[in-house]
């Protein structure tokens, strides 16, 4: 028995899944789709709410002055407004990125047909 | 890079763009190998199903960390081999072992020319079984070989054997196929094809 009559035997015996393969996949990867989406939209609203009462907080609070072994570290007043700025960079990145995940879904008005 | 190779790319960079809808493509594409592959490791439909269905939402959840380095074929099968692989060293697999007889004799009539006048069905089953029988990576790297039509350079990607071992558990596999189909069948196996 050669190559070539071995690779034909393998390649008859080839298995197929279920009938229903393909749309369980695509059923399955819909319901990603759409559990990513829930968990990018309270991560923004959890975001937003933090960003407003660090800012809040951020013109009251002062950090004090920390006495780390023989040295301190002294804060300035504007260091708290400049890291709660840092954040908001951070969150607002992460809105751009939900923004295009939307476009995303947007476009994939075909795939709930397709299942 | 080959037309088709292209025209893959082309797909994944639109399902990466977000056209989840063209991933279906692609299962309906891979999934018949890749299931052969997982009854190798498995040697069982359901679980080689399951275990399918977890690797296709696997490579649907990484498909943006895909860099277009390697074949898709060979991505998709490399997690396919693994996700099988942690779920044959964790699950106990009641039917892991075939036994050979426990199979029922095909009955082939006197006055056929055995095998060549068995139906396709009856072939593909035949092949089946005998793949069936056969150890684990001796069938997988014979369905590597032959149906997916993987060179030694990608198995060894997927399989992380040495390039030796790969050679020698092919020609194993063969030898094992080869006797297993002679035993059965007699001298006529080579009218199987």
Same mark, same amino acid.
């Given at each position: 028995m050669n190559e070539r009559q071995i690779s034909k035997a393998v390649k008859i015996g080839v298995k197929s899944p279920s009938s229903d393969f393909t749309p369980k996949i695509m059923e399955k990867i819909?319901?990603?789709n759409q559990r990513t989406s829930k968990e990018n939209k309270w991560f923004f609203r959890t975001g937003i709410y933090a960003c407003w009462i660090l800012l809040f907080l951020s013109i009251f609070i002062n950090i004090p002055e920390i006495q780390f072994f023989n040295y301190s570290i002294g804060f300035s007043p504007a260091f708290m407004p400049i890291l709660s700025?840092?954040?908001? *960079? *951070?969150?607002l990145k992460k809105c751009y990125q939900i923004r295009d995940l939307i476009r995303q879904n947007l476009k994939n008005k075909s795939f709930t047909q397709s299942l | 890079m080959g037309k088709n190779r292209k025209k893959e790319f082309? =797909? &994944? /960079?639109?399902i990466k763009a977000g056209d989840t809808s063209e $991933?279906? &493509?692609l299962v309906e594409k891979y999934k018949e190998v890749s299931f052969s592959l997982a009854c190798s490791i498995l040697k069982n439909e359901q679980d080689a199903e399951d275990a399918l269905q977890e690797s296709f939402i696997k490579a649907f959840s990484g498909l943006r960390k895909f860099n277009f380095k390697s074949s898709f074929s060979t991505w998709l099968y490399k997690i396919v081999v693994n996700t099988c692989k942690t779920k044959y060293s964790h699950q106990k697999i009641s039917n892991r072992c075939v036994n $050979?007889?426990?199979y029922q004799r095909i009955e082939i009539k006197e006055n056929n020319t055995p095998l060549e006048k068995m139906e396709v069905k009856q072939r593909k089953e035949a092949? /089946?079984?005998i793949l069936d029988t056969i150890k684990p990576d001796e069938s997988l790297l014979l369905r590597m070989f032959y149906l997916a039509e993987l060179s030694i350079k990608e198995i060894k990607e997927i399989t992380n054997f040495n390039e030796s071992k790969i050679k020698v558990t092919l020609w194993r596999a063969r030898k094992s196929f080869y006797l297993q =189909?002679?035993?059965r069948y007699g001298p006529e196996i080579t009218q199987l094809t």
């Open positions: 819909y319901s990603l700025l840092i954040v908001i *960079f *951070f969150v | 082309e =797909l &994944i /960079n639109s $991933f279906k &493509i $050979f007889d426990a092949v /089946n079984r =189909l002679q035993k």
